[in-house]
């Protein structure tokens, strides 16, 4: 366990935060464009985690937009929030507990088979053909399932957990990937594959070479090759079970060795959406543009005109790169009335967890905080025993949101 205290004139603001590795314990994220989509006729889906005030969907193209309050809307407390569009241009989200449905007229909210234990933070929703699947990040080590299906025919529901499946229990689910009939789900005990009814781990250290099996994002390209996102790794070609290429930063221009999400475009590039901005890999070479934005970037697709739509998190900013030029399509000030925050706020950091070198974990952590006048600031990390062992700012700021990088890797657990 980690304090962090920041001092501002006479005021102290102070939050304990737990870093565990691989954690339990899931926090809100503020200001982040989380799950990116399309429909059919080229518009943007996106769903938005507001500034801890509101959850919302937004349709757009062309500047024109459709916003979702799904706060307002549905009476509901600030959530984490996530979306998708089916082959009929429904639009699906999940929000605690619910899924929902839009038929491009109505809304309509579908229950869980059960509710969640806890938080859902990084949840992943995606449609395919009858079927709308979904995982929820902590379900599996609160005692839920973590890996979920609803009929949309029938409207049933399909829960795969270690009581019906050949997965194990405890599993931190990244996102979905869907080819064919095959659901592949990145755990971080494995990659999990869900064919039919049944679901199974088809690749973890036990069966192969691998020097992970701690996966958030899989992907299978045109040419048929297979790639891994890991938290701790980079990007991993999957050749065969004794065979694994790896992109990280040690070896490549990786900008950060979280991979949150994978895409391609016609061309065959991929593109990846790491912790510390997006990169793209083209003929086995790495190339960073972590020089037009270093934030994280939680999911990224290329739509049909080979332009890369990014979410970036902390800003709320959603971009689209052209190969080119980096736009601004739209960023939190558009649904936030000021840029001077209203109170002294320490945010949760992120990512969380994050860990050292010791545990092969994402060592490095960013830090928001908010001050809503002119005041010194001091910013420290300390141990469980109360030390100070870092000052990461100790310098006069104006008015306004702040995000630093706290890097724990040489420092001991605790």
């Not at 304090?3 to 870093?19: A, D, E, G, P, T």
């Not at 999940?94 to 234990?117: A, C, D, F, H, V």
């Not at 194990?168 to 064919?180: A, E, H, M, N, Q």
């Not at 006048?373 to 469980?384: A, G, P, Q, R, T």
Request: with cysteine; charged share 15%.
């Amino acid at each position: 366990m980690k304090i962090i205290k920041m001092n501002s004139h006479n005021k102290l603001l102070q939050i304990v935060f737990l870093v565990y590795f691989f954690s339990t314990v899931i926090y809100s994220q503020a200001n982040l464009i989380h799950s990116i989509d399309f429909d059919s006729q080229n518009r943007v889906i996106y769903s938005y985690v507001g500034n801890y005030d509101s959850s919302y969907i937004v349709r757009y193209q062309n500047g024109i937009k459709n916003i979702w309050n799904f706060t307002a809307m549905f009476n509901a407390p600030f959530f984490w929030v996530s979306s998708c569009v089916d082959n009929n241009d429904n639009i699906w989200v999940y929000m605690q507990g619910k899924i929902y449905r839009y038929n491009n007229t109505n809304w309509t909210e579908i229950p869980l088979p059960s509710n969640p234990n806890s938080y859902q933070k990084y949840s992943d929703i995606e449609a395919k053909g009858d079927y709308v699947f979904l995982t929820l990040y902590t379900s599996s080590i609160m005692g839920g399932a973590s890996i979920l299906r609803y009929n949309k025919v029938n409207n049933s529901w399909r829960t795969f957990d270690s009581t019906n499946s050949n997965i194990p229990s405890g599993l931190l689910t990244g996102k979905l990937f869907i080819k064919g009939d095959s659901v592949f789900v990145s755990t971080n005990k494995g990659l999990v594959l869900i064919r039919n009814e049944s679901a199974e781990i088809i690749l973890d250290m036990s069966n192969s070479s691998i020097q992970t099996q701690a996966f958030y994002s899989f992907y299978i390209s045109k040419n048929g090759k297979k790639w891994l996102g890991t938290y701790d790794k980079g990007l991993v070609e999957w050749i065969n079970n004794s065979t694994f290429k790896y992109y990280n930063q040690s070896n490549s221009s990786l900008p950060n060795n979280f991979i949150n999400a994978i895409h391609e475009d016609s061309n065959g590039n991929l593109w990846l959406a790491t912790d510390r901005g997006f990169a793209r890999l083209k003929n086995d070479t790495i190339y960073s543009y972590s020089n037009l934005t270093n934030s994280s970037i939680t999911d990224l697709k290329v739509d049909s005109q080979n332009r890369v739509w990014i979410g970036e998190v902390g800003t709320g900013r959603l971009l689209v790169f052209d190969g080119v030029n980096l736009s601004i399509i739209t960023n939190v000030n558009e649904n936030n009335n000021s840029n001077i925050p209203d109170n002294y706020t320490l945010h949760q950091n992120y990512p969380n967890p994050f860990g050292n070198a010791i545990h092969s974990f994402n060592p490095t952590t960013r830090i928001r905080f908010s001050i809503p006048e002119n005041s010194f600031v001091k910013l420290s990390v300390y141990d469980i025993l109360g030390r100070e062992i870092r000052t990461i700012l100790n310098d006069w700021k104006t008015a306004g949101d702040y995000e630093y990088e706290f890097d724990g890797s040489e420092l001991p657990s605790g």
